[in-house]
């Protein structure tokens, strides 16, 4: 097979997925279309408004993207192509199926938010500690989106605007989405920004067949073959690849995001083109960016080069965006990588102030009681903006990848009380609980220790977790609702 094929091969599998294992995964969670929806029975017109199926995708794909399946997959690229095969299989078998199962329980239990969620399913411990975990990953997010894009947009425009400038404008954007109701900004902006977004994405690879690229023309390790360990520094593959793509493949920050769109959906019908949907375009432009880093730079020493010059990955972007579609495709690409992340801060932040209404019980039809949760957020972003960006990245990753694990837990326990084939989320749930294990007790920014300890702890601690949970599924099946009765949407209107 061409080298090009590998892309274009590994777009289809991922179509093919969404077709065959995204039916899989909605029979296990069994949507009912005649159950009346959060959007109809709880509508308030801030929060719970019912919104038409196509712009709820568009909105979902650009509040569950960010910076993640743009800068995650070009760091990845690192690894060679083998981050294309986590891409893939990690979005059908891993990510698709957590955001399916966080938007579609988030639908069954009133819209909660996620650790709500994760609370009814495996316990008040795992509520708590999704409580706290959600609540700090979602600051973290909403500071990552607004240094990424401010950084781009300053080295864009003229000095005048630097990027204290452009973090006072995106912050403000941000706060008006965070208060103001669903449908006044998000949802009449987003869908056209989904649409650039798409369009620039596509532009990327046909520039570089156009220009003569040849496709991943890295030469393997002595010794090795395509899927190989391409990075310059020899770092392993596992588990530190699959927790640098991060969004490009799983992320519990898209569970974050599943419930301001459950709060819109007409049916439960359309849950998986929404949610698995979603993932998959997230993880097609994760495949873009991953092949153009392994593509528009000859050598993987090449990719580190500019990444460390520029210091984010932001630099990559601009660097093969201009080279390969000139000066004005250059200019909307990099504009449509900037939407991403901005419109992922604005509802990370949305979402951190529906999180702590949650908790406290604070009912936000009321402007007032909004402005009361949203201004001490925004006050502790400003204050996160002056730490490292790259420091913040690798905490976001592994706190994104962490969540998801819980969450994948959690649809396995739901699966159960279904009294359905809980293996085929169990498995996935397992897997990432060695990996994320395992990196903390690896990684620089965790407790250092050597690679051989920490990826046997990281099994071992999946192992145990596996155990467990096969000891409590009676527990499971007795304990677990599978979401709250909803009222008639006629009566709760009269």
């Known amino acids: 097979m061409p080298p090009v094929g590998y892309f274009f091969l590994s ?73 294309l095969l986590w891409i893939v299989f990690g979005t059908i078998f891993a990510g698709g199926v957590h955001d399916y199962f966080s938007g579609m329980l988030s639908l069954r239990y009133n819209g909660m938010s996620v650790p709500e969620v994760v609370g ?54 941000y706060f008006l989405a965070t208060i103001l109701p669903i449908d006044v900004i998000i949802a009449k902006l987003y869908p056209l920004f989904a649409i650039v977004l798409l369009i620039m994405a596509f532009s990327v690879v046909g520039g570089l067949i156009v220009k003569g690229y ?9 010794g090795g073959g395509v899927f190989s360990n391409f990075h310059p520094k020899g770092l392993p593959i596992w588990p ?52 153009a880093g392994m593509t528009f730079f000859n050598s993987p020493e090449a990719l580190a080069k500019v990444l460390a010059d520029g210091g984010t990955p932001a630099a990559v972007v601009e660097k093969v965006s201009v080279s390969l579609l000139g000066p004005v495709g250059g200019l909307l690409a ?13 509802t990370a932040f949305r979402a951190a102030r529906l999180l702590v209404a949650d908790l406290a019980k604070v009912n936000q039809s009321k402007s007032r009681n909004r402005l009361f949760i949203a201004v001490p957020l925004f006050v502790i972003g400003v204050i996160l903006c002056n730490v490292n960006f790259n420091i913040i990245w690798r905490y976001f990753s592994w706190s994104n990848q962490t969540l998801a694990t819980v969450m994948l837990w959690a649809a396995a326990a739901y699966v159960v009380r279904r009294g359905g084939f809980y293996w085929l989320v169990l498995i996935p749930a397992t897997f ?28 071992s601690v999946a192992a145990f977790c596996l155990a467990i949970f096969l000891t409590r599924l009676t527990n499971f099946r007795r304990n ?15």
Not at 24 to 43: H, I, Y
Not at 435 to 459: D, H, M, N, Q, R
């Open 11 to 83: 777009v289809v599998v991922l179509i093919v997925g969404y077709v065959v294992y995204g039916r899989v995964t909605e029979k296990l969670f069994g949507p009912n279309p005649d159950r009346p929806t959060p959007a109809c029975s709880l509508s308030d017109g801030v929060d719970y408004v019912t919104l038409p199926t196509w712009k709820i995708f568009m909105i979902q794909l650009l509040n569950i993207a960010g910076v993640g399946p743009v800068f995650g997959p070009i760091l990845g690229a690192l690894y060679g192509p083998s981050a």
């Open 120 to 173: 009814y399913t495996l316990g008040d411990f795992f509520k708590h500690f999704m409580r706290f975990f959600s609540l700090i990953l979602l600051v973290l997010v909403g500071v990552v989106f607004v240094t990424a894009p401010a950084g781009i947009l300053a080295n864009l425009t003229p000095s005048g605007l630097d990027l204290r400038f452009w973090l006072i404008v995106i912050f403000s954007y």
């Open 214 to 222: 040849s496709f991943f023309n890295w030469t393997a390790p002595a």
């Open 240 to 291: 530190l690849m699959f927790i640098t793509i991060a969004c490009g493949a799983l992320s519990g920050f898209h569970a974050t995001q599943s419930p301001m769109m459950a709060r819109c959906v007409a049916s439960e019908k359309n849950g998986r083109s929404i949610f698995y949907g979603a993932m998959v375009a997230e993880g097609v432009i994760g495949l873009v960016w991953a092949t």
């Open 334 to 346: 990099i504009l449509g990588v900037v939407v991403l992340p901005i419109t992922s801060g604005d």
């Open 432 to 459: 990432m609980t060695a990996t994320v294990v395992a990196y903390i007790c690896v990684a620089p920014e965790g407790f250092s220790l050597k690679y051989l300890p920490s990826a046997t702890i990281g099994i």
């Open 480 to 494: 677990i609702p599978l979401g709250f009765s909803s009222s008639d949407c006629s009566l709760n209107k009269a």
